[in-house]
């Protein structure tokens, strides 16, 4: 069955270090994958997707990712984080054995230090 | 701002109650999507709707009812909720179901069964 692993709950860092949120998939076929980040008492919003291609995608807001095959990851990365990115962020794979839902991860609850 | 408006934004209401939520996009969609999060977790798929029709039931209690009446609107009819039930529900919409668009989330509304 296919899944999505976010391996860290929370992560801490400072304002302007790097950031990257991990995220492994588990699935046979190239799969459909996105990053969706939610702030405090919003509803999610699209950062990023990978449907085929270039295998390092650019978001919105700085984000970018990149798919790793071999790895079976898509981990999420920004070169300087701002504080208002503190937010909750969800990786997500589409299934495609015909119902095309979303199969969120967990959740990564970033905190960004001033 | 979120292209699909969600409301209202706060519901508080009794187990005997009846109330209903609301959705509206304008961007053309033809699948409209309910969800339900709770605290420090993912969404939950609930409904999904196709060109007006429901296509995916999750298996959602019968208190919980929802409705499509044009390609723009989508409703969520609740009636004798528990306290269970409490939690942000989110609708979303995408171009098309089965066609591996990203969905475009509202803000939610927050539901509070006392």
């Known amino acids: 069955a296919q899944s999505v692993t976010q391996p860290d709950i929370h992560i801490t860092v400072s304002e302007g270090a790097s950031l990257e949120l991990r995220c492994n998939y588990s699935?046979?076929?190239?799969?459909?994958l996105f990053w969706y980040v939610q702030s405090p008492g919003q509803g999610l919003q699209l950062l990023l997707k990978?449907?085929?291609?270039?295998?390092l995608v650019q978001g919105i807001k700085g984000f970018e990712a990149e798919f790793k095959r071999s790895q079976s990851s898509f981990n999420l990365r920004k070169p300087s984080v701002h504080w208002s990115d503190a937010a909750e962020y969800f990786c997500?794979?589409?299934?495609?054995?015909?119902?095309?839902?979303?199969?969120f991860g967990t959740g990564t609850r970033l905190k960004v230090l001033a | 701002d979120t292209e699909v408006t969600q409301t209202p934004k706060h519901l508080v209401m009794g187990m005997t109650n009846k109330k209903s939520l609301k959705c509206e996009q304008h961007?053309?969609?033809?699948?409209m999507y309910w969800y339900k999060q709770k605290a420090k977790k993912p969404p939950e798929l609930m409904f999904v709707?196709?060109?007006?029709?429901?296509?995916i039931n999750e298996s959602v209690p019968s208190r919980f009812s929802p409705e499509c009446p044009n390609s723009s609107l989508l409703n969520l009819h609740l009636h004798a909720l528990q306290p269970e039930d409490s939690a942000l529900y989110l609708c979303?919409?995408?171009?098309?179901?089965?066609?591996?668009?990203?969905?475009?989330f509202g803000d939610g509304t927050r539901l509070s069964i006392l």
């Open positions: 961007m053309g969609h033809r699948a």
């Open positions: 709707y196709s060109y007006e029709k429901l296509s």
């Open positions: 979303a919409s995408s171009q098309g179901w089965g066609e591996y668009q990203p969905q475009h």
């Open positions: 990978y449907f085929s291609g270039d295998t």
């Open positions: 699935y046979g076929a190239t799969p459909y």
């Open positions: 997500a794979v589409v299934t495609t054995s015909g119902t095309y839902k979303y199969i």
